[in-house]
């Protein structure tokens, strides 16, 4: 699969990994490659969630509210944890350590590889990483563009806008 990413999806799964391993995520998970498509910030992908007021510090917030919510549930205040911690509170991971990708991000880019034969398109690009992303409609991630006010089908309709506007254009 990795044989047909463009040099643009590339660099997006390897900023996805880098977003992944700040946020002291032990797996690559969906939300992790919404957020590499936004700090990668090139092509139609990041152009689409732009237009639909999707920042990368909006999305790693979001991020950061659902973990911090997940953890209230079972009794687990991260604000508390960062205040008794103090300076010393780290939430990345380290550099060697390995993470892997979850089921949800390999599901997405299973649907990723879907949408790119389904275009007629030769080579896997950002887009169809996001559109697999918005097919996992349980996901960390499209739960993260609704709690930002991004429906996927808002979003898919902008991508296909954009794919369809003529080259000349900026």
């Known amino acids: ?50 237009s639909l007021g999707v920042t990368l510090e909006s999305a790693r ?18 604000e508390e944890i960062r205040s008794q911690a103090g300076d010393t509170f780290e939430l990345s991971l380290p550099e060697g350590r ?20 389904r275009l007629g398109d030769a080579h896997l690009g950002a887009e169809h990483v996001l559109l697999g992303i918005l097919r996992n409609e349980d996901g960390a991630a499209v739960r993260m563009l609704g709690r930002l006010g991004v429906w996927p089908e808002t979003l898919d309709e902008r991508l296909f806008e954009l794919r369809r506007r003529p080259a000349t254009e900026g």
């Open 1 to 50: 699969m990795f044989t047909r990413l463009t040099d643009r999806s590339r660099r997006s799964v390897e900023a996805a990994f880098e977003e992944a391993r700040a946020l002291g995520h032990d797996s690559l998970g969906d939300e992790d490659l919404l957020l590499g498509i936004l700090r990668a910030d090139d092509g139609i992908a990041a152009e689409a969630l732009s």
């Open 61 to 78: 917030e979001e991020s950061e509210r659902m973990t911090s919510g997940a953890l209230a549930s079972v009794g687990i205040s991260l």
């Open 98 to 117: 390995k993470i892997l990708f979850s089921p949800r991000a390999k599901n997405a880019l299973v649907w990723a590889r879907k949408e790119m034969r």
